[in-house]
């Protein structure tokens, strides 16, 4: 039987000395880390750091070396879990858009609805719609991806998140791959989502964003946890000088 934590004052997401190696190259050294119910966490740090091993890590896109893992009180590292069930309660955005080429917006948002959550067809299109108007791409449900620019298929992908009702959202740099004039809509979407107190993970690059709309900010180097607190102690205070060299090249 997978190991449950009682539900009261249950972190949604619970790392415990999570180790990661591919190879022998130790990508993730130990981490503790952990996401409360409702709020909302920027991952910050350089390339390589192991910031999106982490969040791959969270719903076992990547299996970890040595570690546990706990969602919403779950171990999803235990065997016995049912890990498809717990990753339905998770929505997860990539750099990449991934949507199906050959379907529609509005299609692209009812497919997994229909098959994994056996929802009607009726009721996924009115669910893909709500959160098509969410994202601000109502009038779009009949386009292919290939019509659409960078951002607003980012925008669908997260859409297509929503409509899976998921308790949190994981974002693996998602304005990374955008031009640059088409991340102010992506991140005022995620700036709704914080407002509506969805908990998010969020591997960013985005400073401003972060100290905006995070509730804490986590900076990662060398695959450990070199510091973290409120956005403004961080960004603006940092006690590290590792953070202090990075913030002095980003900032």
Sequence with gaps: MAEVRSSENV???????????????EVLKGIDFHVDPG????VIGPSGSGKST???????????????????????????????????????????FNLFPHLTVLRNLTLA??????????????????NLEKVGLADREGAYPAHLSGGQQQRVAIARALSMDPDMMLFDEPTSALDPELVGDVLGVMRKLADEGMTMMIVTHEMGFAREVGDRVVFMD????????PP????SNPQHARTQVFLSKVL
Aim: charged share 35%.
């Design 54 to 96: 982490l969040l791959r890590c969270v719903n076992r896109l990547e299996e970890p070396t040595d570690g546990r893992i706990f969602v919403e009180g779950i171990d999803i590292t235990d065997p016995e879990t049912d890990l498809d069930g717990v990753r339905a309660r998770i929505g997860i955005v990539f750099q990449q």
């Design 232 to 235: 403004d102690d961080v960004l």
């Design 222 to 229: 060398g695959g450990v946890v070199v510091e973290q607190g």
């Design 113 to 130: 609805q229909q098959r994994a959550k056996r929802r009607s067809k009726s009721e996924a299109v009115d669910i893909a719609r709500h």
């Design 39 to 42: 709020e909302v966490v920027c």
């Design 11 to 25: 972190p949604a997401i619970q790392v415990e000395r999570l180790h990661k190696y591919f190879g022998k190259n």
